[in-house]
């Protein structure tokens, strides 16, 4: 069992969902670990542009995971 770190506020940016660069594993991973009162996601969450071209569009099962505990 694993202590989650509690923090004020979390700021998640550039996650870049549906792109090869995502950060999909990271950002869940430290959801995981971390708990806050405010979660502010700003940025490009969604790769809209990457999910339209469809050509290099990766949207795998870890974008779409649940991350509650």
Known sequence: MTNKK????IVLS????GSKWSK???????LKD?????????????DGWQLMRGRKAKWKKRHSNNVSA
Request: negative net charge; glycine residues 4%; hydrophobic residues 30%.
């Open 6 to 9: 509690h923090h004020k506020t």
């Open 14 to 17: 550039d996650i870049h969902l």
């Open 24 to 30: 999909a594993k990271e950002a869940t991973r430290y």
């Open 34 to 46: 971390n708990t806050c009162d405010t979660l502010i996601l700003c940025g490009d969450i969604i």
